[in-house]
């Protein structure tokens, strides 16, 4: 187990970020608003979560302890695998997934790609008594460094991670063509605000 990650950020992708090591460099699995707050050649310290399979090794990072926890938590219910949960804390915030599951909440936990309504009952039914209580805490942590993409990044990185959460480029597109004003109105875009428009507008389509 690989409980997280301390080193230098070597180099950032739409899907996943390099962080430096001794030497070595992890490539580390994260979700959109994780990459959008770092920065190249910073300190960073990443919760982590390592997903060993026969073929692969994968390392996935965390803003966060809190979802690093969750993201462990909801692979216990069956039919929830890596991606899946991946997808499930980038749509929504720890304590948005926490109190849908809590209040039996159905149609917030079907905004996620790849979850339907038996999806999120059955869900709901393995994971209410464990999942526990909304704790109020901050979608950030500090070991983050503050800081959000310029105008012309967003776009590429909610595109990703629309794709990645498994829709398809063309209604990746839309989307993020329908998110566009909203961007506009800050000059500071948040990714992951964005991001969870764009599935709204997906989801609604």
Do not use: N, Y
Not at 166 to 172: N, Y
Request: glycine letters at 10%; one cysteine or more; charged letters at 20%.
């Amino acid at each position: 187990m690989i409980a997280f990650v301390r080193g230098q950020v070597a180099a950032l992708g739409l899907t996943s970020v390099v962080v430096e090591v001794g030497g070595i460099g992890l490539e580390l699995q994260c979700a959109p608003d994780t990459i959008a707050g770092l920065r190249h050649g910073e300190a960073v310290t990443l919760p982590t979560s390592l997903v060993v399979r026969e073929d692969s090794l994968t390392l996935f990072g965390f803003a966060e302890e809190d979802e690093r926890q969750l993201f462990e938590l909801v692979q216990t219910a069956s039919g929830v695998g890596p991606k899946l949960a991946q997808a499930m804390l980038a749509v929504l915030r720890p304590d948005v997934l926490r109190r849908a599951v809590a209040t039996e909440d159905v149609r917030t936990l079907t905004t996620v790609p790849g979850i339907g309504q038996k999806g999120a009952q059955r869900i709901i039914l393995e994971l209410k008594d464990r999942i526990g209580a909304p704790t109020g805490g901050a979608q950030a942590a500090s070991s983050v460094a503050a800081g959000a993409p310029v105008a012309a990044e967003w776009e590429g990185q909610v595109h990703a991670g629309l794709v990645g959460l498994g829709w398809s480029a063309k209604e990746a597109d839309k989307a993020v063509a329908a998110v566009a004003p909203e961007a506009g109105l800050t000059t500071v875009p948040d990714v992951a605000a964005l991001l969870r428009s764009a599935l709204r507008t997906l989801s609604r389509s």
